[in-house]
């Protein structure tokens, strides 16, 4: 799996999951729980993963939508 987008903000997590739903492309979010540990101000972001086929289709749509996706590094 690949990363597609990192962010503190669950409205765009939300959004972002609608949109690949919408594209038919699977998505996992992670680091959902760790507001547990971090005392639920929201300080670390959670990341939205999906497979490495649909990585390029992912980035296009997530963009085309004016979310910034993550890049390789």
Do not use: Q, W, Y
Request: glycine share 6%; with cysteine; aromatic share 4%.
């Amino acid at each position: 799996m690949k990363e597609v987008l990192r962010t503190n903000d669950p409205t765009a997590i939300a959004f972002a999951k609608s949109l690949l739903a919408g594209e038919d492309i699977d998505c996992f979010e992670m680091d959902v729980h760790m507001s547990v540990l971090e005392g639920s101000i929201g300080v670390l972001p959670r990341r939205l993963m999906v497979l490495d086929r649909d990585l390029f289709l992912a980035r296009a749509a997530l963009r085309d939508n004016g979310l910034t996706v993550t890049e390789d590094r």
